[in-house]
Each structure stands twice: as C-alpha cells, then as structure tokens.
C-alpha cells in the first residue's frame, strides 16, 4: 500500500505546486496542442493541453480528496 499512497501523495503535492504557482503569478497559462486531429476546410480540430487556474484548481481538489479517500479505504480494509 505504500507505493500507492506514495503515487497519489506526488501527483496531490505537484499539483499544489501547481496551484501555488497560479495563485502568486509566477505561472503563466500553459496552452500547447499536441497533434491536429482532423482538418476540413478552414477549420481545425487539435488535440492538446490547456492549464490555467480554474485547472489548476481542479486538479488541487481531485488530487486532495482523491488521497483522502486512498489512504480512509485502505484503513478500513
């Protein structure tokens, strides 16, 4: 149980890092696309990565609880 709860600790931790890095600016949006998933005409369909705050906070939230309830799951078994 060890390795599990240290994963989701690292992912919890690197996304408050993240969140940190919004909240006193000095992080700026990352917005890159990875590949162009389908052209027709003019318009263009790409696939990629977008985080900013709102992400940003999402990510702190899921992270969060998501160790909260790892570690309570793992007590009760």
Do not use: P
């Amino acid at each position: 149980h060890t390795v599990t709860i240290l994963g989701v600790a690292v992912s919890a931790v690197l996304s408050d890092y993240v969140l940190k890095g919004f909240i006193d600016g000095s992080r700026a949006k990352y917005d890159e696309n990875v590949y162009t998933w389908l052209t027709m005409g003019g318009l263009n369909f790409s696939v990629g990565f977008l985080v900013d705050s709102l992400t940003a906070m999402m990510m702190e939230v899921v992270t969060s609880v998501s160790l909260m309830v790892h570690i309570f799951t793992i007590g009760n078994m």
